[in-house]
């Protein structure tokens, strides 16, 4: 991998700020599934960055949300609200993305806008630390 691990973890930090513009402009738009997909990115980017700042190493989706869990919610470093948000996202983006007949609305998608840009503040608070 090029660069350094902070470059990589910073290049993490920033695609995930991105996404979550675009979850703005899908929103404004209806586009919900997106939405979706979306703020689960914005979310896998930082907690993927923060599983390599400390050096745990995770090769599927899945991996990360498992390790995730055991690393930061389970031990307590971070709020169980976290974990059943990340989890939810997780198996939400794969339903908007695979299944026939999912279609996320208005009144399910924007409450989490809120919810995974607090989650996001918090993850890169903690990768900031130290």
């Not at 400390?54 to 919610?73: A, P």
């Not at 026939?100 to 996001?120: A, H, R, Y």
Request: proline share 2%; glycine share 4%.
């Amino acid at each position: 991998m090029p660069g350094t691990k902070q470059e990589y973890i910073d290049y993490r930090v920033i695609k995930s700020k991105e996404i979550f513009e675009d979850v703005k402009l899908l929103a404004s738009n209806q586009r919900w599934n997106s939405c979706i997909n979306r703020l689960y990115y914005s979310s896998f980017y930082l907690v993927s960055a923060i599983l390599y700042k400390y050096d745990i190493k995770c090769e599927t989706h899945n991996g990360v949300k498992t390790k995730f869990n055991l690393h930061f919610i389970k031990t307590g470093k971070l709020h169980i609200k976290f974990g059943k948000l990340y989890s939810n996202l997780f198996d939400w983006r794969q339903e908007s993305d695979y299944a026939d007949f999912i279609d996320f609305d208005s009144e399910t998608v924007l409450p989490l806008i809120d919810q995974v840009l607090e989650f996001n503040n918090v993850i890169i608070k903690i990768i900031q630390e130290e």
